[in-house]
């Protein structure tokens, strides 16, 4: 069975750094691209990074520089390094894996407030 599950999301002020992780199982991780996606209240999903598995990574322009996408095959763990966080950075985040099937995670609640 697949699982993805976040973990790492929590409150913290702006400026302020977070490190989420997102434990792979039920599939073959290193051949997957994987990413991180976020939702905030009232609006859309969108893409925060993806990692394919070469290593390539890719990032929009509202994080790039702040966020770093990272996995660790061997643990099949996929990490998200959010540094100089912003109030709107606040989300849920979600890990997702993709390929010729795609895979979400339940999500983590990440909130950026003083």
């Known amino acids: 069975q697949v699982q993805l599950v976040e973990s790492g999301g929590g409150l913290v002020q702006p400026g302020g750094s977070l490190r989420l992780s997102c434990a792979a199982s039920?599939?073959?991780?290193?051949?997957?691209?994987m990413g991180w996606y976020r939702q905030a209240p009232g609006k859309q999903r969108e893409l925060v990074a993806t990692i394919t598995s070469g290593g390539n990574t890719n990032y929009p322009d509202s994080v790039k520089g702040r966020f770093t996408i990272s996995r660790d095959n061997a643990k099949n763990t996929v990490y998200l390094q959010m540094n100089s966080l912003k109030p709107e950075d606040t989300a849920v985040y979600y890990c997702n894996a993709a390929r010729t099937n795609t895979y979400w995670g339940q999500g983590t609640q990440v909130t950026v407030s003083s």
């Open positions: 039920g599939f073959t991780f290193r051949i997957y691209t």
